[in-house]
């Protein structure tokens, strides 16, 4: 059947806003990830107590200096830009490749608190370990450093959710070879998908969520997340009861809990989550990578994105990224 000039002129108009609001939310995504990570910075480890003291309502007082200065992200940003630069050279996930981009960052010293089990994994790497028996073991490495780094998988996979779960494998097995962190990692890949493409409805989330990832603690903890939520739980009091460790199963759940509690705005949610306390830079590294790929960068206060470390650098991975992805549907 031929189409009318008009309605191919409509589709080509639709096509091109679905395209640039996918693009706009993978940028926000990348963007909300460092956001997030840098804003928690300063109170990695504090107590929501100690942070509330440091909150004027609209923003966070100066804290006092812990080795970088305002606006600067942390591990978590840097081993997502690993995981950025790897799907760009390789125009797929690599795992080997993202290995060698691991190894490079660890080389350059520039390490910004990575995380023990990361460490660990780097060392065995670093000696010739291939990449599927690098990865820390045991009930330690439940860690978040998986979940932290995962959104450019999947936004690069948003158009091919059936391949996420075992990308999500290679990409967190290296460093974290344990199936919370694992699972922990898969939640937040999925998420971060499926907002990108603009069909993730906040009421099923969860739900949704859980069904993909399967039994879990982290599955356990996004449903009592989700029972807290329904009960109109404070974001304070939520943290609280969920957790705000480098536990991944804390880390997933409290993250999107602040979602979920203002799912529209960006600005909220990775507050509450550096409010939460203790692992304050990687909860609201997440919550910023999930809420920044619902919203879109048009939706981050544009002084927040001004104001953060290598914005505009993190904003073109995101674009070539977001043109990639295409290539997977
Ligand atoms: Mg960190």
Same mark, same amino acid.
């Given at each position: 059947?031929?189409?009318?000039?008009? $309605? *191919?002129?409509?589709?080509? $108009?639709?096509?091109?806003?679905?395209?640039?609001?996918?693009?706009?939310? &993978?940028?926000?995504?990348?963007?909300?990830?460092?956001?997030?990570?840098?804003?928690?910075?300063?109170? =990695?480890?504090?107590?929501? #107590?100690? *942070?509330?003291?440091?909150?004027? @309502?609209?923003? &966070?007082?100066?804290? !006092?200096?812990?080795?970088?200065?305002?606006?600067?992200?942390?591990?978590?940003?840097?081993?997502?830009? +690993?995981?950025?630069?790897?799907?760009?050279?390789?125009?797929?996930?690599?795992?080997?490749?993202?290995?060698?981009?691991?190894?490079?960052?660890?080389?350059?010293?520039?390490?910004?608190?990575?995380?023990?089990?990361?460490? *660990?994994?780097?060392?065995?790497?670093?000696?010739?370990?291939?990449?599927?028996?690098?990865?820390?073991?045991?009930?330690?490495?439940?860690?978040?450093?998986?979940?932290?780094? *995962?959104?450019?998988?999947?936004?690069?996979? +948003?158009?091919?959710?059936?391949?996420?779960?075992?990308?999500?494998?290679?990409?967190?097995?290296?460093?974290?070879? @344990?199936?919370?962190?694992?699972?922990?990692?898969?939640?937040?890949?999925?998420?971060?998908?499926?907002?990108?493409?603009? %069909?993730? %409805? !906040? %009421?099923?989330?969860?739900?949704?969520?859980?069904?993909?990832?399967?039994?879990?603690?982290?599955?356990?903890?996004?449903?009592?997340? =989700?029972?807290? &939520?329904?009960?109109?739980?404070?974001?304070?009091?939520?943290?609280?009861?969920?957790?705000?460790?480098?536990?991944?199963?804390?880390?997933?759940?409290?993250?999107?809990? +602040?979602?979920?509690?203002?799912?529209?705005?960006?600005?909220?949610?990775?507050?509450?989550?550096?409010?939460?306390?203790?692992?304050? #830079?990687?909860?609201?590294?997440?919550?910023?990578?999930?809420?920044?790929?619902? @919203?879109?960068?048009?939706?981050? !206060?544009?002084?927040?994105?001004?104001?953060?470390?290598?914005?505009?650098?993190?904003?073109?991975?995101?674009?070539?990224?977001?043109?990639?992805?295409?290539?997977?549907?």
């Amino acid at each position: 059947m031929q189409r009318a000039p008009t $309605q *191919i002129l409509r589709l080509a $108009q639709n096509d091109i806003v679905m395209n640039d609001s996918v693009r706009d939310r &993978f940028i926000g995504s990348i963007l909300g990830l460092a956001i997030g990570d840098a804003l928690g910075m300063p109170f =990695e480890g504090w107590y929501p #107590d100690q *942070i509330r003291q440091h909150w004027d @309502n609209n923003a &966070f007082l100066p804290s !006092p200096p812990r080795g970088l200065g305002s606006g600067q992200y942390t591990d978590d940003t840097l081993m997502a830009i +690993c995981h950025l630069k790897s799907l760009i050279d390789s125009g797929k996930m690599e795992p080997e490749d993202t290995a060698q981009k691991f190894i490079e960052w660890y080389n350059s010293g520039n390490l910004r608190g990575i995380g023990k089990s990361t460490a *660990i994994s780097m060392q065995r790497l670093k000696k010739g370990c291939p990449w599927q028996e690098s990865g820390a073991v045991g009930e330690f490495a439940a860690g978040n450093g998986g979940a932290m780094r *995962i959104a450019p998988v999947g936004l690069f996979l +948003c158009n091919d959710i059936p391949s996420l779960k075992e990308a999500v494998h290679q990409a967190v097995v290296m460093t974290h070879n @344990n199936t919370e962190a694992i699972a922990g990692a898969a939640a937040v890949a999925y998420l971060v998908a499926r907002a990108a493409k603009g %069909d993730l %409805d !906040p %009421d099923t989330a969860i739900s949704e969520t859980r069904k993909f990832i399967g039994h879990s603690a982290v599955s356990k903890n996004l449903a009592k997340a =989700e029972t807290l &939520f329904r009960e109109g739980t404070r974001p304070e009091e939520a943290l609280d009861i969920l957790g705000t460790s480098g536990y991944v199963v804390e880390t997933v759940a409290s993250a999107v809990f +602040c979602f979920l509690n203002t799912p529209q705005d960006f600005k909220s949610t990775v507050v509450h989550a550096v409010l939460g306390g203790v692992d304050t #830079d990687t909860t609201a590294a997440v919550a910023g990578a999930i809420s920044g790929a619902f @919203n879109g960068a048009d939706r981050i !206060p544009p002084d927040w994105i001004s104001g953060r470390e290598d914005s505009e650098a993190l904003a073109s991975m995101a674009d070539r990224l977001f043109e990639l992805s295409k290539k997977t549907s």
